[in-house]
């Protein structure tokens, strides 16, 4: 498999993938994932059930005021499992 190459875009994003091995969700795709609402997956976020990185770089266009915002699937994972909600198999891997 080629190796990704970092030429552009935003260095603080790179290093959060390469972090996770590319293995993080949009708050839509965990609140997916589990079932629940985006605003569910904030607050899970804000009582650190979940870790919710976010960018250093403000949006004012944006729901969380940054302008991004991304999750371990690792933590989805392991929050479904403690509330004994179903995770998707594949994700995983």
Do not use: C
Request: glycine share 12%.
């Amino acid at each position: 498999m080629a190796e990704a190459q970092h030429d552009g875009g935003d260095p603080e994003l790179h290093a959060l993938f390469d972090e996770f091995g590319a293995r993080l969700v949009s708050p839509g795709g965990a609140a997916n994932l589990l079932g629940v609402s985006r605003k569910t997956v904030y607050t899970l976020g804000q009582r650190g059930e979940l870790r919710v990185f976010r960018s250093s770089r403000k949006d004012k266009t944006s729901d969380s005021g940054t302008a991004w915002a991304y999750i371990p699937v690792i933590d989805v994972a392991a929050y479904a499992e403690k509330v004994g909600r179903p995770f998707p198999r594949g994700w995983m891997k």
